[in-house]
């Protein structure tokens, strides 16, 4: 079973530029989760989408961050303009099912740098 | 809302020394408890869970109880090993399926 895919992996670029991170979870997971990890940080939730709805996108700074998850399956994150502060590592993860009982499933993430 | 208190770290033991890595939630409905790892250079995986009071989650040694009363679910291993060594999250699951994240616990076993 393919794992989730992340892209692209590494990303360089200047301050008040843009970027964007595509994610394609596991296939059938229902539930879809983008966390920013700064380093020696623990992962911090940015959005949490419910098939094609978001479920939780409090923490996610709407001014600069958008998230989309069209037909249910696939997601991207952009950012827009990059600020220094969002150098991290963005990670995508899926879940099968809409209970809280199942694992998260990470793909290898996605470690931005802003210059 | 949820959160997690966790133990800082970094922490360093010796191989075959006992571990405890504490940790503390609060979370909205009925939570499921986690256990994440993350080895150097690797992503994110689940070590344990545990899903209900009381339930013992345990997986390549570790341990961890599902205190209700206490709030806690705090992660142990008798003997740890220098392939061990890697950075440990507690991750409470709770009303809506939110996962969050404790602060991580870095572990160094040395031979």
């Known amino acids: 079973e393919a794992g989730v895919a992340q892209s692209p992996r590494y990303k360089i670029i200047e301050k008040r530029q843009s970027v964007a991170f595509w994610c394609n979870p596991i296939?059938?997971?229902?539930?879809l989760y983008w966390y920013q990890q700064i380093l020696g940080q623990g992962p911090k939730l940015l959005i949490q989408?419910?098939?094609?709805?978001?479920?939780?996108d409090s923490q996610l700074p709407k001014d600069r961050f958008s998230a989309e998850r069209l037909k249910g399956v696939d997601s991207t994150l952009k950012i827009q303009p990059a600020k220094l502060e969002d150098s991290a590592v963005y990670l995508c993860?899926?879940?099968?099912?809409?209970?809280?009982?199942?694992?998260?499933?990470f793909g290898e993430g996605s470690r931005l740098t802003v210059l | 809302g949820n959160s997690v208190t966790q133990m800082e770290g970094p922490v360093t033991l010796s191989e075959e020394a006992f571990l405890t890595i504490n940790c503390t939630y609060t979370a909205t409905g009925y939570p499921s408890l986690f256990w994440y790892v993350q080895y150097p250079g690797e992503g994110l995986q689940l070590l344990l869970k545990a899903t209900k009071a009381d339930d013992k989650g345990s997986n390549k040694g570790f341990e961890a109880t599902y205190r209700k009363e206490t709030t806690s679910f705090h992660l142990e291993k008798g003997s740890v090993q220098v392939s061990d060594s890697a950075v440990y999250f507690c991750?409470?699951?709770?009303?809506?399926?939110?996962?969050?994240f404790g602060i991580g616990t870095k572990l160094q076993v040395i031979p």
């Open positions: 296939s059938g997971h229902a539930t």
């Open positions: 991750a409470p699951s709770g009303g809506y399926q939110k996962v969050t």
């Open positions: 989408f419910q098939n094609n709805g978001v479920v939780d």
């Open positions: 993860a899926s879940r099968m099912g809409d209970s809280n009982t199942g694992e998260l499933f």
